[in-house]
């Protein structure tokens, strides 16, 4: 009775399992004699069947009976206990890719993995004949690695669509070099070779799924690459796609380049740029006097081609500060002098967006009192917003970076200005969802940015992309605050701004009612700056000037 309800939960699987080509999953067995592999499966079902048969194995010939046979390591079934089913095969047949199928009495897959397998002895027997192949010639190895690939665990599904021999060519110095070579080293360098030919070939669009297979030793750049979201590491690959990478070392430094060009572009915060170009200095030769806060801060958010763009744009933002003129950056930079501010009677004077009085002199309440922030300890200098983000804190509008770390000097991102303007303004709106390449429905800024397009206080960077990641600019920010105040008055009055010929002509009207209300301002020397960044100090001011004027 158990014989034949296996086999029926094992056929069932015919009729839906996908052919090896679109696996699920791909496994790359230990090299080890006594390999057992094992899975567990969570299902509501009472019972499991398990197929381990050679990839590419007609269901057909597969054994009526259930017995194991040369391309059959297991044909069986193991039962759940919990709403857990442990799978446990041990692969006591030769090397090979076989293919694990399971599914429940219903013939519903549960898995549907690659696994490539390898004997130990078999490795062993291999890499000797190959060896003794390289002594001979390099198209005598190249044979002898095609001839026993399996054993070797030369195999990955993509092998198929490059070119193969280069890759196997490639590996003829390692096999014929006598320092320590062996067979799960020859594996691992299969492997790198591979991918790096695929991106060569631009075969491949996204390295993430091959990524566990370069087998990077390097901690601080395999910890940096897994700091990047989906989106971010597509956009890594395009920069590795099509370069003629060389070999590992030269896709190593191809890939710390692309990621700190990426991290440049979508810093979340100008210090993670220093971080990261401190980390990989040994690498870049970006000299480290020019890495600094006020340097990294006027290149975040731009786009460069290299680092050696880069490192003139930091050695340009430096010698700007060292010469007394850095302002907070231009172009992409953060928009807006520093300035040491002070606590005068009944105000707070010299804040870069325009002195904040409690008097009601510019639309700020008399009903809001002066506040000392509590909270963050890192707001020496920034006396001038302390209020705002104390009181915008208190509200829940802002957070702090971690613990009691504000980063006032950081850029603002667009999707956390999202929130900052939807928590002050009042814009929660959960009438429909919205669909950005780069919005994940469980991100925590999702439902932000939702409300924020819902309402009509702003729109993606075009039809696919909101901007996550990328820092907001003045104008930006003028425009959205300006679309979500309710019942606002009409003006004529015209912004009179030196720079007013760089502003979006969608951002005009808003930059001109924001001046007229004095939620924003100009700098000294009559410019507004409008693609210049926003800090997180300042937009605490301007929210707060806002929500001060609405509550009089």
């Known amino acids: 009775m158990m014989l034949k309800k296996c086999i029926a939960l094992i056929f069932a699987l015919a009729a839906v399992t996908a052919v090896s080509a679109n696996a699920e999953e791909l496994v790359i067995s230990d090299i080890s004699d006594d390999y057992v592999f094992t899975r567990e499966i969570q299902t509501d079902s009472a019972s499991v069947g398990v197929t381990v048969i050679k990839d590419g194995l007609e269901w057909g010939k597969i054994p009526a009976e259930g017995s194991a046979g040369e391309d059959v390591a297991y044909l069986g079934e193991f039962y759940t206990q919990s709403g857990v089913c442990g799978i446990s095969v041990k692969m006591g047949t030769e090397s090979g890719v076989y293919k694990v199928t399971a599914g429940d009495e219903s013939g519903k897959a549960l898995a549907d993995i690659l696994l490539v397998y390898s004997g130990k002895t078999e490795n062993e027997n291999a890499f000797n004949k190959v060896k003794a192949a390289s002594k001979i010639s390099k198209e005598e190895t190249v044979a002898a690695l095609k001839k026993y690939r399996y054993a070797l665990q030369l195999y990955m599904p993509i092998s198929e669509n490059i070119n193969e021999d280069k890759v196997l060519g ?71 796609t099509g370069k003629s990478i060389s070999g590992f070392d030269d896709f190593t430094k191809r890939l710390v380049e692309a990621m700190i060009l990426q991290k440049v572009k979508r810093p979340n915060g100008y210090t993670n740029i220093v971080s990261i170009l401190n980390d990989f200095s040994d690498k870049t030769g970006i000299p480290s006097d020019i ?22 744009a930091l050695k340009t933002a430096q010698d700007s500060s060292d010469n007394g003129n850095y302002n907070g950056g231009s172009g992409n930079g953060s928009g807006g002098g520093r300035g040491s501010g002070s606590s005068g009677s009944g105000g707070i004077k010299n804040s870069p967006l325009g002195n ?60 956390e200005f999202a929130k900052m303007a939807v928590l002050a ?76 010929s760089e502003t979006a002509d969608y951002a005009r009207e808003a930059i001109d009612y924001m001046s007229f209300k004095k939620y924003i301002n100009g700098y000294e020397d009559g410019s507004f700056k409008p693609t210049d960044n926003i800090t997180r100090a300042e937009a605490a001011v301007v929210l707060y000037r806002v929500i001060a004027a609405q509550n009089e």
């Open 291 to 312: 890495v600094t806060n006020k340097s990294c801060n006027a290149v975040a958010g731009k786009s460069f081609d290299n680092l050696n763009s880069l490192e003139n």
């Open 170 to 240: 490639d590996l003829y110095s390692y096999v014929a070099s006598e320092n320590g070579a062996d067979g799960s080293k020859l594996a691992y360098n299969y492997r790198r070779g591979v991918i790096i030919e695929a991106l060569n070939e631009s075969k491949i669009d996204n390295i993430d799924e091959y990524y566990r297979y370069l087998n990077i030793e390097d901690k601080k750049t395999d910890n940096w690459y897994k700091t990047f979201d989906e989106q971010e590491k597509k956009v890594i690959a395009e920069r590795l």
């Open 425 to 500: 303004l009042d814009l929660q709106n959960n009438s429909g969802t919205v669909h950005f390449d780069d919005v994940q429905e469980d991100a925590w800024y999702a439902s932000y940015i939702a409300s924020l397009v819902n309402s009509g206080a702003a729109n993606g960077m075009d039809d696919n992309l909101f901007g996550v990641g990328m820092p907001i600019t003045r104008q930006d920010m003028a425009v959205i605050i300006y679309r979500g105040i309710k019942d606002k008055e009409q003006t004529d009055v015209r912004a009179q701004f030196t720079d007013a």
């Open 356 to 415: 904040i009085s409690f008097d009601g002199a510019d639309n700020a309440s008399s009903a809001i009192e002066p506040l000392t922030s509590k909270h963050f300890t890192d707001l020496n200098g920034y006396e001038w917003a302390d209020s705002a983000i104390e009181m915008l804190y208190q509200k829940g509008i802002i957070n702090g970076r971690s613990g009691d770390t504000f980063a006032p000097a950081d850029n603002v991102t667009r999707e």
